[in-house]
């Protein structure tokens, strides 16, 4: 059976596995929600009669245990404690969404449009170009880089008073004061406990110091591909390398800076990303299969095609 049929099952069954004073005042309603990357969640949320909280429960890893031979007999029961898990633990705080109480506790998110259709549909964003585009989020008192983040889609936005434009204005203002960028040698990134950030330098590398790859993220590290737009940040990460540099987006949660002068096959540096995406990144996490260009010089970001540069290469005979 596929995702739906087993939820519509699911959602039938599971009253018999639910003490009756609980399910008598309780409406069950399946739910499909598109998630970043056009990832796609399926659950059941459970609404007490009478009540504004309706907690979600998603299902998906009970379809991938049935599908691998599990009794749903035993799903069921498994589903059952997680609802009464969930009814018995603390709610999540309520989010006072005036504006003066939210603008000083947004970030950003970036993503490529072609892989959040769905996810872009619903909500305001920001075209950064080459593909990519900016969403702003709400931080949740009491745990600013985890977990309790809310994503300002339309319905949020308008009941924050503000349109796209103050709304990224000070979604980026927030996010540089709080979660600032950080660029790291990779060597350092994976094996110092003394980690230099380098956009903290006054005095760009010596030559004899480039590496060979950079991490570009933020402080708390998620989400921290954003950082690429934060302000003068490219910039000044081509500054302290002393070059322009390729951008490999290896998560939503950082980018790898790659020094141009290292004479790196483009073609090499896209399926090095490709592969990694297929086989190292969770789907929800990748960035974008495409690897892109910063030129020193012109200040341009440009998405790298691999088979111009190539021809380029065989045109000045290298």
Known sequence: MDV???????????????????????????????????????????????SDAAPTLYIDDLYERHENGEDIGFLLVDLANRYE??????????????????RDNLSVRLLEKKRNIDFLSNMPYVDVGNGLAMTA??????????????????????????????????AMESAVSYDRATLTDMTQA??????????????????????????LTTESGNLGA??????????????????GYYVLPSSIHEVILVPDTMDHDAR?????????????????????????HYDKDSRDLSRVNPDREKADRVAEGR
Request: charged share 30%; with cysteine.
């Open 4 to 50: 739906k049929e087993f939820t519509n099952i699911i959602k039938e069954e599971l009253p018999d596995f639910l003490p009756e004073e609980v399910y008598k005042d309780l409406v069950i309603d399946d739910v499909e929600i598109a998630k970043m990357n056009d990832q796609k969640l399926h659950g059941l949320t459970f609404k007490p009669k009478g």
């Open 85 to 102: 898990e969930a009814r018995k633990a603390p709610t999540p705080p309520e989010v006072d969404l005036s504006w003066d109480r939210v």
């Open 137 to 170: 989020d709400i931080n949740m008192p009491g745990d600013m880089h985890g977990e309790w983040r809310i994503a300002v889609n339309h319905g949020v936005m308008e009941q924050l008073g503000v349109d796209r434009n103050e709304l990224f204005i000070n």
């Open 190 to 215: 994976l094996f110092s406990p003394d980690k230099e950030n380098l956009l903290d330098r006054t005095e760009p590398l010596e030559p004899m110091e480039v590496g060979g790859m950079y991490v």
């Open 226 to 243: 954003s950082a690429l737009f934060y302000p003068d940040v490219k910039e000044k990460a081509a500054e302290m390398i002393g070059s």
């Open 268 to 292: 090499d540096l896209c399926d090095m990303v490709k592969q990694a995406n297929r086989s190292v990144v969770e789907p929800k996490d990748v960035l974008s299969d495409n690897v892109y």
